[in-house]
């Protein structure tokens, strides 16, 4: 069985068109980002199915759930998937036992991978299962919505902004359950976000959506330091990468985060973490700035050996983006026209790297 | 005693036919109530149209139409003949097929009102859950427009009950048969025992007051009535 989710989807409204083509890993977090009204959530729908696209193709890990040439359609309710909605949608009439009963005794026993008390378990709403859900906080029925959706052992889950409705405490007391699911289940999930915050933190691979076409599709590293999207460009501009913990000191609480397939690695304040654990981090390409030569005597933190790769104006004529290769790491650096002048930068030249400020995702 | 056995008679006719039409009204009215609350068609505007109807017009006209369809020249009274069921004028059953067009309207408008209430996302949720859509009726639909319901099968009852033009035009005023209450308040006051009409008059009054009485104390827990 492929691994792999094929969508090809084309769905006109007045005034809007979706038109997209897509390979998209079958498994991890992929996030479907764009501005609203870019077709994220019309997207979503139509893989569900809740939404007929017109003209559609969608595959899903070897299951064909819809193909429009063949005259094909599986009914939402024959599809196994999960889906959240940005607002929790708990059945008012159903305490959350029931709420969360209600896709798990639909599903046959032995296609069942997922249990009532694993599921209430991870997402810390055991205590809750007797309330009704006019008795819950915003991000509390979110996370019953969310586990009710795991219940059904879904073979992809659909996320349609789920932190959206909440502010920003509700946001990261959920964001941890997020994370979690991501480490402990292997389920797909399609993340749909306005939030680059939110994606830097969750997903593996990023779908750029703009006006109901894909600008960009790849995986999270690569994708946010290309210089050819709108991404690279603003002041937000910045990459993630995923290293695994060297070692930890702990008088100065100084964490070593080894970079991937490189013997260089990256100094950040954080607890104690178990070597060899994988942590997340984003840089900023406005934190970074470049030298000739490495610096000593300096109260910076992190210098990276780095190429240089290519270059791409900014948003503004000040400004320059540069990319930078740190043995296969993707950097993004934000520096001055003049400053960019001054080194004399040209492709394939090495400098370093001074990164001011590291900022884990966790 | 202060009513007749031709009263009682007529009060058991009554509820007898109250009630059949109520269970009639909510078999028939919840598919059509269901396609109102959830249809883009462009048929949405003149079927609302028609089932709101009988809230406009004279009963005497629906009768009248009425007597026409099901009479011996009329396509209904023609089928039923056909059928070997003769014609279904001055009969329990014709008085039952008008009840059900006069009260559609306080049947289904609580109930469009109640599903349109709802919305299409407890349903998409649903799905999502892997439940069919005759499930979803039964488990999320059904519970969550149960106000809708009651309402809907109070107002039908009660409209029934008070039911007068549409009996007189296509039930006459037979004995056990078509007799209902207002047509038997109707006979009183022709025949000048006005004593009797009172009693009767007044268990309607009586009757309505306290209907209404159950429904408006109940609105306060309800999400949604016409």
């Known amino acids: 069985m492929t691994s792999q989710i094929n969508l090809r989807l084309q769905h006109h409204y007045p005034g809007f068109a979706l038109d997209l083509d897509l390979q998209l890993p079958g498994k991890g977090v992929t996030a479907l980002y764009g501005h609203s009204g870019s077709g994220k959530t019309t997207c979503l729908r139509c893989i569900a199915g809740l939404e007929r696209a017109s003209q559609a193709y969608v595959q899903v890990n070897g299951h064909i759930w819809q193909d429009s040439q063949r005259n094909h359609f599986v009914p939402v309710h024959q599809r196994a998937l999960g889906y959240i909605f940005q607002e929790a949608s708990l059945f008012p009439h159903l305490s959350v036992r029931a709420n969360l009963e209600f896709g798990l005794k639909r599903i046959a026993h032995q296609e069942r991978r997922v249990d009532l008390a694993h599921a209430t378990e991870l997402l810390g709403i055991t205590h809750l299962l007797t309330r009704a859900p006019h008795n819950l906080s915003g991000g509390e029925r979110q996370r019953v919505g969310i586990a009710r959706a795991l219940l059904t052992s879904p073979k992809l889950l659909l996320m349609d902004e789920p932190l959206a409705a909440l502010d920003s405490q509700r946001k990261s007391e959920i964001l941890p359950y997020l994370q979690r699911l991501h480490a402990e289940l292997d389920i797909p999930v399609l993340y749909v976000s306005h939030s680059q915050d939110e994606v830097a933190r969750l997903a593996d691979h990023i779908v750029l959506l703009n006006e109901g076409k894909v600008l960009g599709s790849g995986p999270i590293g690569e994708t946010l330091a290309r210089l050819d999207l709108p991404l690279a460009r603003g002041d937000d501009a910045g990459v993630v990468i995923e290293g695994r913990v060297g070692n930890y000191n702990l008088n100065y609480q100084l964490l070593t985060l080894q970079l991937p397939g490189s013997t260089q690695h990256l100094r950040v304040t954080h607890a104690s973490m178990a070597i060899g654990q994988p942590l997340r981090v984003k840089v900023q390409a406005r934190d970074i700035s470049l030298s000739l030569h490495p610096a000593e005597h300096s109260s910076i933190l992190n210098s990276l050996r780095v190429t240089v790769v290519s270059e791409t104006a900014a948003d503004n004529q000040a400004h320059v983006l540069i990319r930078l290769d740190a043995d296969g790491t993707p950097l993004l650096a934000r520096i001055t026209r003049y400053s960019r002048d001054q080194l004399g930068l040209r492709t394939g030249q090495i400098l370093w790297a001074q990164i001011k400020s590291v900022a884990v995702l966790a | ?226």
């Open chain 2, 1 to 226: 005693m202060p009513l007749t056995s031709a009263d009682l008679a007529a009060i058991w006719l009554t509820l007898q036919l109250a009630s059949l039409t109520t269970v009639i009204l909510l078999i028939v009215g919840t598919p059509i109530a269901l396609w109102l609350a959830h249809t883009r068609s462009r048929l949405r505007g003149p079927i609302g149209a028609i089932v709101a109807l009988p809230l406009v017009l004279p009963p005497t006209v629906i009768g009248f139409y009425l007597l026409l369809a099901m009479g011996p020249h009329g396509y209904v009274g023609q089928f039923t003949q056909y059928l070997g069921l003769g014609t279904l004028t001055f009969s329990f059953a014709g008085l039952v097929i008008g009840s059900v067009i006069y009260s559609m309207p306080f049947v289904v408008q609580p109930l469009q009102n109640a599903f349109a209430a709802i919305g299409p996302r407890p349903l998409e949720v649903a799905a999502t859950l892997r439940a069919n859509p005759w499930d979803t009726f039964f488990t999320v639909v059904l519970p969550l427009a149960r106000p809708g319901f009651i309402t809907a099968a109070i107002l039908g009852f009660a409209h029934t009950v008070g039911e007068f033009g549409v009996v007189l035009m296509i039930g006459g005023n037979i004995p056990d048969k078509t007799r209902v209450v207002s047509v038997q308040i109707y006979d009183h006051v022709e025949a000048l025992e006005y004593a009797q009409a009172h009693w009767l008059a007044g268990a309607m009054v009586a009757f309505s007051f306290l209907v209404l009485l159950a429904l408006y104390s109940s609105r306060k827990s309800q999400t949604s009535w016409s």
